[in-house]
């Protein structure tokens, strides 16, 4: 059983940074892929970035040049470093693991979620 467990989520005004970071309970060279997911309130969660071990991460175009996806495989972390935040950011943020490389971008394809961690953005 994978354990995933999200930090860094606070509230941030506009324009601003924040970096979320991921801990994996077991070896991430295990995982085919790393996921990060946003739920804002009265929505379906969304993705919004995904990285294979191999390749180069994936991003949803909402976030695309402003959210940077690191996969630290010696660590057993990923982070999501987000810049220039905007109140349409405003989500609970969850990292996500898939054992098998496929449907990266169904949040119910993921084997594995963490608890999430909230992320305000003060326009």
């Known amino acids: 059983q994978v354990q995933l467990v999200e930090s860094g989520g606070g509230l941030v005004q506009a324009g601003g940074s924040l970096r979320l970071s991921c801990a994996v309970s077991e070896s991430i060279f295990s995982i085919s892929v790393m996921g990060w997911f946003r739920q804002a309130p009265g929505k379906e969660r969304e993705f919004v970035a995904v990285?294979?071990?191999?390749?180069?991460?994936y991003y949803a175009d909402s976030v695309k040049g402003r959210f940077i996806f690191i996969r630290d495989n010696v660590n057993n972390t990923v982070y999501l470093q987000m810049n220039s935040l905007k109140s349409e950011d405003t989500a609970v943020y969850y990292c996500?693991?898939?054992?098998?490389?496929?449907?990266?971008?169904?949040?119910?394809?993921?084997?594995?979620w963490g608890q999430g961690t909230q992320v305000t953005v003060s326009s």
């Open positions: 990285k294979r071990y191999w390749g180069s991460p």
């Open positions: 996500a693991a898939k054992m098998r490389d496929s449907d990266v971008l169904v949040p119910h394809e993921y084997d594995y």
